[in-house]
């Protein structure tokens, strides 16, 4: 740190009070830390420090922000002694999510054009079946009977028997 030795001064002038201003805001153990990373990130910056200005507030205004972005930090983070949660975060493989993936896209090819349609309208994209029908030009019957085969067929080339079967294929 080259700087004006009048600074420095005020800057070691400056530190009981910023300890006062940190153990207000923590312990005391957090506040020797927090002011230690406070004239640490003022060094780092001294080159914006005006020094028509007085030190302590611009000091203050540091150790605050810092004591901010560290309590925002500590917030999102999770204590994990035995390592339990860190456990639970994992995920399985999702090559199989992938190989599923691509056996639905096949069998969704091989129903019918009006089949896969109305499916995909009503089963994807949320459609209700009389939004399906006006957008097929088509009963509402006509719309439910599509989806119906259409989830039966599937059920059949993909081996899905029942609603168990999927959670079977869940990891």
């Given at each position: ?11 070691v ?13 923590s ?5 020797d ?22 030190m302590l ?14 309590h925002?930090?500590?917030?999102r ?6 390592g339990?949660?860190?456990?639970r ?7 199989i ?13 091989t129903?019918?054009k ?7 309208a ?13 957008a ?18 599937l ?11 999927f ?5």
């Amino acid at each position: 740190m080259n700087t004006d030795r009048s600074i420095r001064d005020a800057m070691v002038a400056a530190i009981p009070h910023l300890r006062r201003f940190a153990v207000s805001l923590s312990s005391a153990q957090q506040a020797d830390d927090l002011v230690q990373q406070t004239l640490l990130l003022a060094c780092d910056k001294i080159r914006l420090f005006d020094a028509r200005t007085d030190m302590l507030p611009w000091l203050i205004t540091i150790l605050r922000n810092q004591f901010y972005s560290e309590h925002r930090k500590r917030w999102r983070e999770v204590e994990d002694v035995n390592g339990t949660y860190a456990e639970r975060l994992t995920t399985g493989p999702i090559q199989i999510a992938h190989v599923e993936s691509a056996d639905l896209r096949s069998a969704l090819l091989t129903l019918p054009k009006e089949m896969r349609e109305a499916l995909i309208a009503v089963g994807y994209s949320g459609l209700s079946y009389e939004e399906a029908a006006q957008a097929s030009h088509c009963p509402v019957g006509t719309i439910r009977s599509r989806v119906h085969r259409a989830r039966e067929r599937l059920g059949a080339l993909l081996n899905i028997e029942s609603p168990a079967d999927f959670a079977a294929m869940s990891p």
